[in-house]
Each structure stands twice: as C-alpha cells, then as structure tokens.
C-alpha cells in the first residue's frame, strides 16, 4: 500500500472518532456527517478523490462557534491537521451557511442506513 492510501485510511479512521467524540460531548451540534466522494455515481462538477465533506447542522450559531474553537476540535486539528490539505497551518475549508427552506431527515432509516 503506497503513502496515500495510508494517509486516507488514516484521516478516515480520526474523522470517524471525531464525530463520535463530538456527538458525545457536544450536544447542541445536532448532525455532524463526513462523507468522501462516490464515484459509483455521476457527480457534477467531478469532485477530487481528496475530498471530504461535512454536513452539520448546529442548534444555533453560538453552537457552532463553541464546535470550531471548542477542546474536541482544536484538538483534533493540532493532532491530526497534519492528515488534511493546509493553507496557512491550517487544514484546509471551504465554508458556506446554510438557511434551511423546508425537508426534513428520517431519523430512524437515516441511522439505518451506515
């Protein structure tokens, strides 16, 4: 197995740990997924193998600002930042807010599902 995939599988298995970590010690961050890129289906545009997706979904701002400068965060970054594209020491983000119009989550089949 080359560097990369190592690498993967490594960054992988932290982002695995941090949402449990989050989900046990940050209880007003309501959905916290991490998803990498299916190939098996069409994707436009075509993202890079690289990436990895967050979607979360936080009680209120005041929420997701104790997430991002919060123990369980800063300390994975400083941990495990190293894993991830940097810019400026930094892993690497691209940020957007979100304003919710309608739908909804299965709660019950969502869990089901992985």
């Known amino acids: 197995m080359d560097d990369f995939k ?6 992988v298995a932290v982002l695995k740990q941090l949402a449990k970590q ?3 010690r940050e209880p007003d961050t309501w959905m916290y997924l991490c998803h990498t890129p299916d190939f098996t289906q069409p994707s436009l ?13 936080y009680k209120n701002e005041s929420a997701f600002y104790a997430h991002v400068k919060g123990k369980t965060f800063t ?3 400083k941990k495990h930042g190293h894993l991830f594209l940097q810019s400026n020491g930094k892993p690497f983000v691209v940020l957007e807010i979100l ?3 309608g739908g909804f ?3 019950a089949q969502f869990q089901k599902s992985r």
């Open 45 to 57: 545009p075509t993202p890079s193998e690289n990436d990895i997706i967050f979607f979360e979904i």
């Open 99 to 101: 304003t919710r119009l």
């Open 22 to 24: 989050v989900q046990e």
């Open 105 to 107: 989550v299965r709660t």
């Open 75 to 77: 300390e994975f970054v």
């Open 6 to 11: 190592r690498q993967k599988e490594r960054s």
